[in-house]
């Protein structure tokens, strides 16, 4: 029953009883009138039964906003306590430039079902296909499982998570602080809370992902390697990794990429705008595929140096292995 129902119903009800009062009030006979005032009674009861319903109702409704909104605001400090490892990073004008969790894009978690995504959460099943932390044991996982987490830790967290995505809240019919992303609060809470990390996302968001870049902007030739996984420093694959995760480069440099490693690769330029889902620009450079030993050149130009206006930075990958990532610092010729 709608309250569209319910308030035809109580019109009804007033209707009965207005008639009722008449009627008592016509008749002279006393056992009438107490015949009659116990039907006006009865009517009236009848009728406030469903007004504390819908209150009691709208009581729970608001209490559940409340206590989504509270999860929300416990699972950003949650979150900031266990994901430790470049979970997220801070860009200009103190923008968050990606918030992760277990190695995974948080917009990804999102497209898992409610209980996969606890299940997550609870077992610290970290992406296979990101590099594993280099303690495992800071990977946030169930106390159960020998982790930090409480079984309420678990539930903040989901509550963090899901508010990132709008449909949800609006399925689950929340508004208001309950409806919030509450990641967009993440920033104010280092900033306020925890000043260390605030600087540690600042520094990556400078460095971007891929750390400090190697200046080779002075070189008018570059080569670099593919390389297994092991043989590279920083490296964003568990397969394969790009010699320089970032390197800097200036417009006019040619550069050589060259297949060290026993399968195949390519050297594909990428939207940079979704690391998790990558967009290939073979407009920009594509080598195609390259079978170990061979090679594959490309002139950095104007247009890769323009592509990205504001930190002229451009993001390649492997198409046959798309978290094989790296990027280059454009600057302008000399």
Same mark, same amino acid.
């Given at each position: ?6 308030? %035809? ?13 008449? %009627? =008592? ?16 009674? =009865? ?5 406030? %039964? ?106 903040? =967290? ?122 290939? =620009? ?47 610092? %454009?600057?302008?010729?000399?």
């Amino acid at each position: 029953m709608n309250i569209g129902q319910i308030a %035809i119903g109580i019109v009804v009800l007033l209707i009965v009883v207005v008639g009722l009062l008449v %009627i =008592l009030f016509s008749r002279t006979n006393a056992v009438q009138k107490t015949g009659y005032g116990s039907l006006v009674m =009865l009517s009236l009861v009848s009728m406030m %039964i469903p007004v504390f319903w819908i209150i009691e109702n709208q009581n729970q409704a608001t209490s559940q906003q409340q206590l989504q909104s509270y999860a929300i605001n416990e699972g950003l400090k949650v979150y900031v306590k266990v994901c430790t490892d470049q979970c997220y990073a801070i860009g200009q004008e103190d923008k968050l430039l990606f918030e992760k969790y277990l190695g995974y894009n948080v917009a990804d978690l999102n497209k898992l079902t409610d209980n996969q995504l606890k299940a997550m959460i609870t077992s610290g099943n970290y992406n296979p296909n990101a590099p594993l932390p280099s303690n495992l044991n800071t990977i946030p996982r169930r106390d159960q499982f020998g982790g930090q987490l409480k079984a309420i830790d678990v539930d903040y =967290l989901f509550a963090l998570i899901r508010s990132a995505d709008p449909t949800y809240a609006k399925k689950q019919g929340y508004t208001g602080d309950a409806a919030k992303n509450g990641f967009n609060g993440l920033v104010e809470y280092l900033q306020a809370n925890a000043k260390n990390l605030y600087d540690q996302a600042v520094t990556l968001g400078k460095n971007g992902q891929f750390g400090e870049a190697v200046d080779m902007s002075k070189e008018d030739t570059v080569k670099v390697r593919i390389l297994p996984a092991g043989q590279v420093k920083v490296c964003t694959s568990k397969t394969a990794c790009f010699e320089y995760a970032n390197l800097k480069v200036k417009v006019g440099t040619k550069i050589t990429w060259t297949n060290a490693d026993q399968v195949a690769h390519t050297v594909t330029a990428i939207d940079s705008s979704n690391l998790s889902s990558p967009k290939a =620009l073979p407009n920009i450079f594509d080598s195609k595929t390259l079978e170990t030993g061979k090679s594959f050149e490309w002139t950095v130009t104007q247009e890769a140096y323009n592509l990205n206006a504001g930190s002229h930075q451009l993001v390649y990958y492997c198409s046959v292995h798309p978290d094989m990532q790296a990027q280059l610092t %454009i600057v302008p010729a000399a």
